[in-house]
C-alpha cells in the first residue's frame, strides 16, 4: 500500500495534503474470488431429532437438537434454511429424483430426459461464471464405493451437464489427486491452436456460413482447452510440491474417506485449481449395508432403516446423521483454517425431508462461509428450493432472473 507519507517524501513535499482516493483503490487488496461446495446426503434425515416441534419463521438462532448438535463448534458460521420444497415428477422413482434434480435447472413441468427433469446444474452454471481462469472449471466427487452397480446414475448423480448427461464423479482419492497435482510430460512445442489452423484458413474458404459458424465455435473450444492446459502447466510449476502425500486408494475408515476428500477439494480450492467442487455421500436408496466404522459393530442398511419403525431404528438413523453433520463441521472447520471461509459458500442436504414418507416439502438445507447471515431461516409459508439456488447463482453476480421454478430470491439471507 503507498501510504500518504511515503506519497509526500518521494515527491519533497512536507505540508499536508488531503487523502487521495485512488491511491486508496490502487492499494486495495482485490476480492477473494467466489467458490461453492456442495455435500449431498441421501435418504433425507430423521425429522425428530433433526429439528424442534415449533419452528418460529423468520431468522433466529440454530436450533439445538439431538441432530444438529455436532455443529455447535462452528454455529457463528452456520445458517439452517428450512421451509423449502421441490415438485416431484410423476412417472419416475421418487428416490431417482431426490439427488439426480437436487442442483436441476429445469422446471417440474420439463421433463427433457425421458421422464426425468434433469438438466444443467447449479455447479456447473456457477462454473461458468466463477471457474474460467481454473485448470478445472468444477470437481465432481463422490463416497460411494459400492462394488455392485444396483441403481442406474440417477442415484448416484447430483451434477449433470445437461439433460441426460451426467457428470460421472470420481471416487477414487488417489485419481483425485493425480488429477489435482499430477505431473504432466511437457506439453507440445507448438499451440494446439497453430497446429489447425493453416488447415482451418483452407477449409474455411469451401465452407458455407451455418459451417464456417461451426468452424469457428470449434476452434474457440480448442483454444480454450489450450488455455486450460497452459493454466495446468502454470499452476504445476507454481505448487512444485503438492500439498498432501498422494493418497493409496480409497481409506478402509468411512470417516477417513469422507474427510480426505473434503481435503482434496479443500486444497483445490487453496491453490485455486477450481472453485466448484461436488461431493455426494453415497447414493440414493442402492440397498446395500454400509459400514460406519466407530458407530456401529456391522453394516448398516441406511435406506432400510428409514422405513423402519422402532426405537432402536430411529437411534441408529439419529447416528448416522449425527455423523454426517460431524463431517459438515470439519469441513467447516478446515476452510476456515485455510482462510477461505467467508469467499466460500459450503452446501449440504438432501433431495428428500423424510426419507419414510419420501416427502419432497420442508427440505433443510446448511449453509456456511459467503458472507450470508448466520442462524436458522425458517419459512413457514414454503419456498421453492430454486429460490434459494436462484439468490446463490445471482451472488455471483449472474444476470439470471430465474432458476427452474423460483419466484424470488431469499433476501432474508443476505448479509
Not at 461453492?36 to 415449533?54: D, E, H, M, V
Not at 486444497?267 to 442402492?286: S, Y
Request: proline residues 7%; glycine residues 8%.
Amino acid at each position: 500500500m503507498m501510504h500518504r507519507r511515503h506519497f509526500l517524501r518521494s515527491a519533497g513535499v512536507t505540508l499536508g495534503l488531503p487523502f487521495f482516493e485512488s491511491l486508496g483503490r490502487a492499494a486495495a487488496a482485490p476480492a477473494p474470488p467466489s467458490r461453492f461446495a456442495f455435500i449431498y446426503t441421501p435418504n433425507g434425515y430423521c425429522q425428530s431429532a433433526l429439528l424442534p416441534r415449533t419452528l418460529p419463521a423468520g431468522l433466529g438462532p440454530l436450533p439445538s437438537t439431538p441432530t444438529l448438535g455436532p455443529l455447535a463448534q462452528v454455529k457463528d458460521h452456520v445458517t439452517l434454511i428450512t421451509g423449502l420444497d421441490r415438485q416431484f415428477v410423476p412417472g419416475t422413482g421418487v428416490h431417482a429424483q431426490c439427488g439426480s434434480c437436487w442442483l436441476s435447472s429445469s422446471p417440474p413441468q420439463e421433463s427433457l430426459d425421458g421422464g426425468f427433469p434433469t438438466n444443467t446444474t447449479l455447479d456447473h452454471i456457477l462454473a461458468r461464471q466463477v471457474g474460467q481462469e481454473t485448470v478445472l472449471p468444477s470437481l465432481e466427487l463422490s463416497t460411494n464405493d459400492f462394488a455392485d452397480n444396483k441403481e442406474t446414475k440417477y442415484y448416484e448423480c447430483i451434477s449433470w451437464y445437461g439433460p441426460g448427461y451426467a457428470a460421472n464423479a470420481e471416487k477414487n482419492p488417489r485419481a483425485v489427486f493425480q488429477r489435482l497435482f499430477g505431473r504432466g510430460q511437457g506439453g507440445p512445442a507448438r499451440s494446439i491452436l497453430d497446429a489447425v489452423l493453416d488447415s482451418a484458413r483452407s477449409l474455411q474458404k469451401r465452407l458455407g456460413g451455418d459451417d464456417r459458424a461451426k468452424l469457428a465455435e470449434y476452434l474457440e473450444s480448442v483454444r480454450a482447452t489450450e488455455q486450460r492446459i497452459q493454466r495446468a502447466e502454470a499452476a504445476a510449476r507454481r505448487l512444485r510440491k503438492p500439498p498432501l502425500p498422494e493418497p493409496a486408494g480409497i481409506p478402509e475408515k468411512r470417516g477417513d474417506y469422507l474427510r480426505l476428500m473434503a481435503d482434496l477439494f479443500v486444497h483445490a480450492f487453496q491453490n485455486d485449481l477450481t472453485r466448484v467442487a461436488t461431493l455426494m455421500i453415497d447414493p440414493e436408496r442402492w440397498d446395500s449395508p454400509r459400514m460406519y466404522h466407530d458407530l456401529f459393530d456391522k453394516p448398516q442398511n441406511h435406506h432400510v432403516l428409514t422405513h423402519t419403525s422402532g426405537t432402536e431404528a430411529r437411534e441408529k438413523l439419529v447416528q448416522i446423521d449425527r455423523f454426517h453433520m460431524e463431517f459438515y463441521a470439519h469441513v467447516v472447520q478446515r476452510l476456515s483454517q485455510s482462510g477461505l471461509l467467508e469467499s466460500t459458500t459450503l452446501v449440504m442436504g438432501s433431495g428428500i425431508s423424510d426419507g419414510d414418507k419420501h416427502d419432497y416439502t420442508d427440505l433443510q438445507v446448511l449453509i456456511a462461509g459467503g458472507g450470508w447471515r448466520r442462524g436458522h431461516l425458517h419459512y413457514e409459508g414454503r419456498r421453492p428450493l430454486a429460490n434459494l439456488w436462484l439468490t446463490l447463482a445471482q451472488s455471483t453476480g449472474l444476470p439470471l432472473e430465474r432458476f427452474a421454478d423460483s419466484t424470488a430470491t431469499l433476501g432474508e439471507l443476505a448479509g
